[in-house]
Antibody
Framework: QVQLKESGPGLVQPSQTLSLTCTVS????????VHWVRQPPGKGLEWMGR???????SYNSALKSRLSISRDTSKNQVFLKMNSLQTDDTGTYYC???????????WGQGTLVTVSS | DIQMTQSPASLSASLGETVTIECRAS??????LAWYQQKPGKSPQLLIY???SLHTGVPSRFSGSGSGTQYSLKINSLQSEDVASYFC?????????FGSGTKLEIK
């Protein structure tokens, strides 16, 4: 069955870089797109960016200068790196899958990232 | 960017009632709209796609409608398990954007 699972540090210091991994199973990264979506505590959802099935990436312009998404298809993993973290980057980070249309039937469990010294 | 304005922010209703949540897009999104349910501590779950298509396994008391810039999610015969937050999302254009959410409680 389709599964996605985020992993990474729960705590990041301000101004440091966040590195998260999304490990997928049940489908191929060369057939589906993987997106990153985040949610501050008690707030709404924000689309961050995506890795397309063909290796192309696109980013939310609000985060583009700080964000990088990459993948390792041999390990079934998609990576998120975001630098210059601030306290308002605290939240739950999800990876999620889409096909041609960017709606999300499959989500990871999410990983809580706290930015604090 | 397409702005999604969702209302109300919170809603309290009795068991068995019908509730409606609205989403307005800042421009025509040509039915490229999904609705999600999110229970506390859980990931969002897809309910509706293409504005009015029910996702597999979702109870038929959930329905979506609308066109152009105006969309709505209706929940008939409210059940206790429907207590959650609900979000709309447009996927007509990038960047993908979400509504701010509606928190549904039982009266």
């Amino acid at each position: 069955q389709v599964q996605l699972k985020e992993s990474g540090p729960g705590l990041v210091q301000p101004s440091q870089t966040l590195s998260l991994t999304c490990t997928v199973s049940g489908f191929s990264l060369t057939s589906y797109n993987v997106h990153w979506v985040r949610q501050p505590p008690g707030k709404g959802l924000e689309w961050m960016g995506r890795m397309r099935y063909n290796g192309d990436t696109s980013y939310n312009s609000a985060l583009k200068s700080r964000l990088s998404i990459s993948r390792d298809t041999s390990k079934n993993q998609v990576f998120l790196k975001m630098n210059s973290l601030q306290t308002d980057d605290t939240g739950t980070y999800y990876c999620t899958r889409s096909a041609y249309y960017s709606r999300f039937a499959y989500w990871g469990q999410g990983t809580l990232v706290t930015v604090s010294s | 960017d397409i702005q999604m304005t969702q209302s109300p922010a919170s809603l309290s209703a009795s068991l068995g009632e019908t509730v409606t949540i609205e989403c307005r897009a800042s421009e025509d999104i040509y039915n490229g709209l999904a609705w999600y349910q999110q229970k506390p501590g859980k990931s969002p779950q897809l309910l509706i796609y293409n504005a009015n298509s029910l996702h597999t396994g979702v109870p038929s008391r959930f329905s979506g409608s609308g066109s152009g810039t105006q969309y709505s999610l209706k929940i008939n015969s409210l059940q206790s398990e429907d207590v959650a937050s609900y979000f709309c999302q447009q996927y007509y254009n990038y960047p993908l954007t979400f509504g701010s959410g509606t928190k549904l409680e039982i009266k």
